[in-house]
């Protein structure tokens, strides 16, 4: 490939009730750049773009796009040549049309997942050093996306050979069929991950907090403003990725992780971690089981084109609710 | 009352294979004061005196005696005096006939539980500034026992009217019949909690952490070495107590838990907290449900005059596992 | 003795600017409890009681007080006839003259320390789990008063004998005479410590915070909203007392220490910890020095019956600023 | 350019006393991947690569080479003929003549400082989740080499427009000319930083620590080993690149810096952030001045081709201890 993807980029995600995501997503800690009667625009505190979550009032609760941020323009037209040729279907939305945003290129991935490439997006000041600013779970900035998809080794490979992304770890299922990959473009553990399961769906949105005890102090400040229930999974440590993690789902049920603790993943020569069926490391690494809610429930995405949601396909490999938690 | 229990003391517990129970309590972070063939004594890291937690190897898992430290020896009489004239029968051990100990007296309280008083242990060095020694989840102190008997109110009653300890927070159950409550001496939470259950059985003992990162820490090294299945719950925070706790099973199924965050009970007037029924913040404050092993099970105690395990009795109120968390 | 004095209760401190010393406060964390045109009430966030630090507007700053809390009204009274026998004038606040408090006794100590006693205050909602409130060091309650005084050795043999604390730690200058003590109610390093120095002064007021992070997190926010140059001393580590510490100076130049990280005090034989001279240990335990300031600085104290400041005497060891640091 | 220089790679430093040497880098954390009687190799406990410290016993203290890893060996001959044309003589280093390395590019930078360049190193196994093994302060992995260079200006320019560094941040000094400034490869903060003074030398090397308690742990650990006197400044907070930091000196007087606390740079329109003389922000964000020891004192540097010490160039700028602090 020719051109240059840098990392995930925002979220632009439906929510019915803008008053109730404003409150849920304040408490987190997320900077609100601005809003109106239809849209907020959320940055974490480090951010320097206007927004790395979109939030859209609709009827219904929906993934409009996620969306990855390239080096350039030029990266955008060598983009649209390269899905082009694969037979896709691009659509160009120009500079303007989305607020804060220069011109971007959409189209619907192999998996189904409405994907969206842009160089440009305002600056706004960072708050990094407005710790007076700082409250909730403190988010730090959008760290990347986790996808269920039917076809996790289809994903895995064209991720990797033709939009070059790398693999840091991942999951063999059955007959050495990959079941999740953690891939990536910034050398972390991944902007993106794949996990088998009916899809395409986008099974949640990571955010990096700078240290641990952010996502202790997280949780009790949710739980004080009548958001336990809101805490689907965690805190606990994964195995898989070293992270720790919390589960959140807001209150149309899109899922966010928060997260500290991965690690660098710079070298060429780093070899993807594979993690077997029957090491027991795979597992959380502290022995907890994940809900079913964790597997089952993700959210709907939607066509870059019609606007409508996209129908889900079964998974190719059979086990959705592995022994192991990811 | 005019004897003055100062603080929970030592635990002595049964357990059927020394060289597991050592790794486990090792790997928690606890300092070994000495062993022998039949014994280990462990105490924790801020700990001056002998031991908190004294295992004994035998046949069966069971415990012992839970012991209280008294101001002195003159105590020691009253109490003797005091379950005596209850119609207890009291069980001297001389100074000398348990280690590192001074004269002590055992009986079996109202409900059949083992306890031990005493006023001298031996002192040894303090490891509270060796830091170069902490490790695991930095264990520092004894700090509590959590006690499942069957008739809670008049365990409660007794502590308090006739043995001068005083409630920080209790839940009341059906017909506002007290369900659980926290007891103390020292001005923590508790010295004592009673729960609601088969018994009288030893739910668990809980030891001090200074920090909530120690915790933390604490569940990845246990991990790291294979304890992940020893993990029975949490971390979590406790609406009741506000303790940040995680719950323990050592090699024989003795539960233990570490604990951080609870607040200063000195004042005379201090008003108990209640916890009603309908209130979701008596659930565990962040939401999550403890497994049922967590209500089910508990030690076993042991009869301090013939040392066989004392017979179960059904619980005075029905509701073994509410809907609450405590 | 035949009294109970409970703990450190509060400090009231005339301060010369209530708009800014509230702006300082609450960066801290501290809970307004209310507040008129001359006075602010605040408290820490575990604590139910109407206030642990009273600020009154005055011309000048001072120590009007600093008051321990008793267990009954029955003590004031025993306290008066002590205080009375030493040949001490005492003077009665009757409940009602101050805000939220019950009757209190007042008296000049032997060292000319304003001290005040009380048994009853006001209660009101307890903070501890309105996790939302938290902000800035999350001061959780007041923990000690350090007091700089000519004689410590006096201040020390009438404390423990005549009012009876209990010495956790102590500092022995030259000849083996006590240079600085700490000396303790509540089952803590300290309710109240002495050093030597021209005096009678508050050196500091001591809260206590719920974890080393909250410190962190403390400098941070205090930091970005300006009040950098109000940080004098840390974070560090004492070797004395084991205590995380961060010394400020508020508007008026009052110093308040935060504080985490002591040990439990409980037990009648606990030795107090002698530090000598030539123990590396006793220094600041991460080897940083204190600045010549907190040395040299204190806040002068009224007199109970004038209102006027007390003279200072020079203190009775020549050294005033030790190879160590307390 | 067309090379890629991935990454801050190692440091090989010579030392007088190897036990020494390995006693201090033990207790903070590090893991010794081998050594013998003339050489320790140390790495992070996240590194999957053979080391990234390698200590060699010399009869005095100084810096052999500061090592970047780059992406293949072709890299390596293209920094090859772009040093060879800008009139560097460069020196090979075949596989298998340096401990676990593959081929490497040694050269003397315009500013004097001996660079390597190598794109293969051995792999070893991740320490990441052996959490069991976790000590000290826990060090993760090498994150920056900083450099006190006599023309900071021509160094930025050189490492910016010949090099493919970025900047994220730097310091105007006299006249707008640049004082000091970080610039990196990976997208972290820096991989390099430069700083006006009398040089070339290293003034430290930087390691990456997973959150701040590991920090303050690292403190307490090393103060119980004696450590103390090698503490020479924090911990604290920076204003330039908002690191959490710790500055200690290794027994030959090496400086470290353990480092948590940065951002995400990868955008390529990220603007630098320019620190003002005048903005309060730029000193230490806490307020604390370093010590001059800090300013004054660094590693020397060898010659790669002779072998000796570099002569020490007087800095451009006048200012060597600027009022605010780096």
Redesign the interface.
Known sequence: MNFDI??TGRAVLHVTDLDKSRAFYD?LGFIETESDEENIFFRGL?E??HHSLWLKKKPEAAVEIISY?V??EEDLEKLESFFTKQGSEVKWLEKGSQKALGKSLRVQDLSGLPVEFYA?ME?VD?M?????L??GAKV??IDHFNCMVPDVEKAYNYYIDELGFACSEYTAGEEEKIWAAWLHR??SVHDVAFMNGPGPRLHHVGFWL????SL??G????????Y??N?ERG?G?H?LS?A?FLYLRDPDGHRIELY??D??T??????PVRWDLDD??R?T????EAPDSWFDEASEVLDVHTGKKIDLKEPTLKKRKPTFVI
Chains 1, 2, 3, 4 share one sequence.
């Open positions: 840098i990392r408490a480090e320097h773009n941020k080096r350039s440009e600056t960072r990094l050093q407005r710790y007076d700082y409250k730090q900035r910034k050398p700078n240290d641990p005890m202790i102090n949780c009790d400040v949710l739980a004080s403003m009548g336990a229930p805490i805190p440590r195995g070293n720790f500290n603790g690690y660098l710079s070298d060429p020569d780093f070899k027991p490391m597992q690494f502290w022995g907890h």
